[in-house]
């Protein structure tokens, strides 16, 4: 089954405590991406790939860190969470088309809420 | 900054009647319009999806309808079902990666 998995689905911990958020895709996408979803905010980018060794900012990047050495995976990272942090976030993956940063649809993962105390 | 503005943010429709939501954009290099539909405790999926050289694109209940000159795009549905309930987002991508509206709560109620 092509899907986008995300794991944990649920964490809860400390403020300083580093921590991984894992996501992986098994439809061979070049384009990932991960965003963090707040009431009354919608979904913002925190960072994204373009293929493997390539990140970017997206809107949202202060206090994350991503990785992508392997096409399939890619890691969030909080080094040192504090409570802003709390959120619900996707990860989301999508094939690259001609010329563009993907070509249409977005895949998203079942989300991850983590809670920063 | 915005990109998308998204209205209204939330909607309460009784059940056989149209949901309207609606969205404006600033950014005239953008090229693709979609919709994304949420169930609670899922990730977004992709709904329906336009480009602006057609003002409208039907898919079963769903319709986007497009406005170019005035930079805006809407989704209707149709006959609206209680399992319609769900938040939606519209977005919008050009030579940038895919933002976001911030979303609508819809509610059909029987």
């Known amino acids: 089954e092509a899907q986008v998995t995300q794991n944990p689905r649920y964490l809860i911990t400390v403020t300083g405590k580093k921590l991984t958020v894992t996501c992986s895709q098994n439809?061979?996408?070049?384009?990932m991406s991960w965003y963090r979803q707040d009431p009354g905010l919608g979904l913002r980018q925190i960072y994204y790939?373009?293929?493997?060794?390539?990140?970017d900012k997206g809107d949202v990047p202060e206090g994350y860190k991503v990785s992508r050495k392997e096409k399939r995976n890619f890691p969030l990272i909080l080094e040192s969470p504090s409570p802003n942090q709390t959120s619900l976030y996707f990860c989301?993956?999508?094939?690259?088309?001609?010329?563009?940063?993907?070509?249409?649809?977005?895949?998203f993962g079942p989300g991850t809420r983590l809670t920063v105390t | 900054q915005q990109q998308v503005k998204q209205s209204p943010q939330s909607l309460i429709v009784q059940k056989g009647g149209i949901s309207i939501i609606n969205c404006a954009y600033e950014?005239?290099?953008?090229?693709?319009f979609p919709w994304y539909q949420q169930f609670p405790g899922k990730g977004p999926a992709l709904l329906i999806a336009?480009?602006?050289?057609?003002s409208e694109k039907k898919e079963g209940r769903f319709t986007i309808s497009f406005n170019k000159s005035a930079k805006q795009f809407s989704l209707h549905i149709m006959d609206s079902q209680p399992g319609d309930s769900a938040t939606y987002f519209c977005?919008?991508?050009?030579?940038?990666?895919?933002?976001f509206g911030k979303g609508t709560r819809l509610s059909v109620i029987a």
């Open positions: 989301a993956s999508s094939p690259r088309g001609q010329g563009g940063f993907f070509f249409g649809e977005q895949y």
């Open positions: 439809m061979n996408h070049e384009y």
């Open positions: 790939s373009m293929n493997v060794e390539v990140t």
């Open positions: 950014n005239t290099a953008f090229d693709y």
């Open positions: 336009i480009r602006p050289d057609v």
């Open positions: 977005a919008a991508k050009g030579n940038t990666p895919l933002v």
